[in-house]
């Protein structure tokens, strides 16, 4: 059988994580949580990231800090996760629905200029499958409009774009560590703060509107409570899994990348004869290797794929239904046909299976089913 995801746990998770039971340090901001800040610091060179609940949670302390206000727009793209919208939609923000490229599927950033209003607070750019955005043009436009860019970079922990790291584009990065992304805690994410003057604030709204963490620094001997905020830190115990994930990160990261590129080269014929389209990395961009996706000619084609697949104990994944023809989208007005290149994709995109414990062999299993089934054996 081959999943769809699968986690790879070590005895070194494990031990990380009964050190820090024995340690008696459950609740969040422990000393693993300040490892998994080192070792972020001398992976990325990110100097100030601070670990959530969640992705989820990351993109809604973002959303909190930029002090979005009801009547807001910001501009997304539709091709995402339910997170990246109801962060800002949490704070009675709208969301202007973008549409995607079809070579990398990220936000086609020649479109952005045209959804500008003068209500336009931010655009809140999504890495998918670990694929940066065209960061180039979105800085450009971010600067000239004065909108907040907040990256949803999920999925892009150790992806690169023109030499700088996903997650330090714009005035904060969100990444997840749950359990399907490349380097997991279960249920966890990282706000990196790319402007240190969010960090006081970023700290308060974190530990429910209180100024706690300065108690832990020393810098007070009393905590009270300074702004609205909520409860996003994750317990020490999931950061001890994160810690152990971070040491192993080029093994990870390699074993990930060998599957991508059998996927890759494995499938190149198939496209040359127009049978499938593979994601395309952009120009200047390394990846991590988060997910393979690839484009079915049809819809049927893609639910045909799936099935034929599962008869063999392989796990494709159908990854998004566009927000904007979603039944939330629909609700909230928006038009089917408001952005055409996604609800495309939405039909005919498939996500092959991909772990980092996965063998290249399986992938060569997974290949050799998608040419019989395109291929009509
Ligand atoms: C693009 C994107 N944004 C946000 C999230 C939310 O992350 P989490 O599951 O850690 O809350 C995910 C997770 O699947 C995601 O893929």
Not at 86 to 106: E, K, S, W
Not at 140 to 145: F, K, M, S
Not at 225 to 254: N, T
Request: charged share 25%.
């Amino acid at each position: 059988m081959i999943p769809f995801n699968r986690a790879s746990i070590t005895d070194k998770e494990i031990e990380y994580v009964v050190d820090a039971l024995k340690g008696r340090r459950l609740s969040g901001d422990g000393p693993y949580t300040m490892k998994v800040y080192d070792r972020v610091r001398e992976l990325l060179g990110i100097e100030n990231m601070l670990l959530t609940t969640s992705g989820t949670t990351a993109l809604e302390l973002a959303s909190l800090l930029i002090d979005l206000e009801p009547g807001d727009e910001v501009i997304v793209p539709s091709f995402t996760f339910s997170s990246t919208a109801n962060a800002f939609m949490l704070r009675r923000a709208q969301p202007v629905f973008c549409d995607i490229r079809r070579d990398t599927m990220n936000i086609d950033e020649t479109l952005i200029e045209g959804l500008i209003t003068p209500k336009t607070k931010a655009i809140y750019t999504v890495d998918y499958a670990g694929m940066p955005c065209e960061y180039d043009a979105i800085e450009a436009i971010a600067r000239e409009y004065g909108l907040y860019i907040i990256e949803d970079s999920a999925q892009s922990f150790g992806s690169t774009y023109r030499g700088r790291n996903c997650g330090t584009f714009g005035q904060f990065g969100c990444y997840s560590f749950h359990e399907t992304k490349n380097y997991a805690m279960g249920e966890g994410g990282g706000l990196v703060l790319n402007d240190e003057s969010f960090l006081d604030r970023a700290e308060i709204l974190r530990e429910k509107g209180t100024n706690r963490r300065q108690v832990l620094k020393g810098m007070v001997d009393k905590y009270t409570w300074h702004d609205v905020g909520s409860s996003f830190l994750p317990s020490d115990v999931l950061a001890a899994i994160l810690y152990a994930q971070l040491e192993r990160y080029d093994e990870i990261m390699a074993k990930r990348l060998a599957v991508w590129n059998a996927y890759h080269e494995g499938l190149v014929d198939l496209e040359n004869d127009g049978l499938l389209a593979r994601q395309v990395v952009p120009e200047g961009a390394t990846h991590n290797g988060h997910m393979y996706n690839i484009v079915c000619p049809t819809s049927e084609i893609r639910t045909q794929v799936v099935s034929r697949l599962n008869e063999q104990g392989m796990y494709p994944y159908i990854c998004y239904v566009p927000l904007h023809s979603a039944p939330m989208g629909l609700k909230i007005g928006y038009d089917p046909a408001a952005c055409p290149v996604t609800e495309d994709y939405g039909e005919r995109v498939l996500r092959l299976p991909l772990y980092a414990d996965m063998t290249v062999e399986d992938a060569n299993n997974v290949v050799s089913a998608l040419n019989d089934v395109l291929r009509g054996a």
